[in-house]
């Protein structure tokens, strides 16, 4: 069997089908169409009831009863180029990719020192689809993954200038996944390559995590925001099947599940963060807004799929720490109209060792316009945002599906851009 199992490790691939997104992760900050125009900029502004996701604290800000409703669509792409170990090149491209984010949030003052909060909102999600036969199906031909947080907070006015905020963050999260799986059959004389057999992997989960947000209004002009989001584990299960039922040498050997379909289960960790933003407003109607984020990637180690097959799919991953910095302004130069753009860089977090197709990302510079329109007690705002996505470099990873015998892939590069859209209404009682 130990020959057996050499022999079969020499000339076939071990597909690793359950990794996530890599570069600067899978997160999402798009969560109003106000925010997404300024880049992120609500940290220390924090004086809209979208506050809830990106600072709750700045909700003692808003009087009465503010209610907000939205969504945004991230639309991206991506082409990769593949050589393969006979010297031939590849072109692939994805398929389009269309991932909604809802946006919901009220806000209301008990008295003078007490506001409640809820919202709604999307923080994790990555879309991806390749054709069933491109080089890198080993790796991954679909790939689905979307979270929804719902935040009951507390905002605490201290004093006229400090406010301070709780929350709880109660996550469902949606995972799905597709590959291919090479298939070895046994015969007298020698192993013989059959079809490649499909697999899909479908699961959901629950998550639990905390929010806690500070809000200074040092003067009339000068505000500085902080908010922690806390580490989730995001616990799925779920089911995997196959195309069809069938023996594979590879399966007997340990290095593919076989092809039964059975319950999964796996927990994806969430990575915690910390926010911080400093905004400067010389004049009623513009103000700026500079800011920083900070994740903990470092949390994410592993994501490994259990098989009640008694099949483990174990994916290492060394991701680093990752910043974002950003930069807004917002200009008012009439009463009912209102005009955003904002700026912001994000590093890398990719540990080029285990760069994978599941999103192939490398950093992101993005560029963010918007407009706000009132009327009565009604606005409206709309935004758009342009993602500069950093090429990734496969030519030294060892990712499972990647470097292998059957697929054969030496180098590769990818090329990605993404397109975000939002809108969002909003209304004062």
């Known amino acids: 069997m130990k020959a057996l199992r050499l022999f079969v490790l020499s000339s076939c691939v071990w597909v690793g089908s359950s990794t996530l997104a890599q570069a600067e992760g899978f997160a999402q900050t798009e969560w109003s169409a106000r925010g997404t125009s300024l880049a992120g900029g609500l940290v220390a502004r924090a004086d809209d009831p979208s506050a809830i996701a990106y600072n709750a604290a700045g909700i003692t800000q808003l009087p009465g009863t503010q209610f907000m409703g939205g969504f945004a669509i991230n639309s991206s792409s991506s082409d990769i180029d593949t050589l393969t170990k006979d010297g031939k090149s590849h072109h692939n491209k994805t398929k389009g990719n269309i991932l909604p984010m809802p946006q919901f949030y009220i ?67 949606l995972y799905n996944e597709k590959s291919q799986i090479p298939v070895y059959s046994f015969s007298s004389v020698f192993h013989v390559r059959n079809p490649d057999n499909n697999m899909k992997l479908d699961t959901s989960g629950w998550g639990f995590g905390a929010q806690l947000g500070a809000h200074l209004r040092m003067n009339d002009q000068w505000s500085l925001g902080l908010i922690y989001k806390s580490k989730i584990n995001l616990r799925l299960h779920g089911n995997a099947s196959f195309g069809r039922q069938t023996s594979n040498l590879l399966a007997e050997t340990g290095e593919v599940p076989h092809a039964i379909d059975t319950n999964i289960h796996s927990t994806i960790t969430l990575p915690s963060s910390l926010s911080l933003g400093l905004s400067y ?53 009439l009463s009912w109209l209102t005009l955003r753009g904002g700026v912001w860089y994000e590093t890398s977090v990719v540990d080029s060792s285990y760069a994978d197709f599941m999103v192939p990302y490398n950093g992101r510079t993005a560029m963010t316009l918007g407009a706000g329109f009132k009327w009565d007690n009604w606005t ?21 599906g990647i470097r292998s015998a059957v697929s054969a892939i030496s180098e590769g590069k990818s090329h990605n851009n993404a397109n975000i859209y939002s809108v969002t209404i909003s209304y004062k009682f």
């Open 281 to 333: 407003k010389p004049f009623d109607n513009l103000s700026f807004e500079v800011g920083t984020v900070w994740t903990r990637w470092s949390d994410f180690k592993s994501l490994d799929f259990y098989f009640d097959s008694d099949f483990k799919d174990g994916n290492p991953k060394s991701w680093d720490d990752g910043w974002n910095f950003n930069a807004s302004v917002e200009y008012s130069p």
């Open 107 to 173: 806000s209301h003052q008990l008295n003078d020192q007490i506001w409640l909060g809820f919202g709604i909102f999307s923080r994790f999600g990555l879309r991806n689809e390749y054709s069933g036969t491109w080089a890198g199906r080993y790796n991954v031909t679909d790939i689905s993954m979307q979270t929804f947080s719902a935040v009951p907070t507390i905002a605490f006015k201290v004093n006229d200038m400090l406010s301070v905020s709780a929350g709880v963050e109660v996550v469902y999260g």
């Open 380 to 400: 409206l705002d709309i935004a758009y945002a342009h993602h500069w996505i950093r090429s990734l470099d496969y030519n030294s990873t060892n990712a499972s």
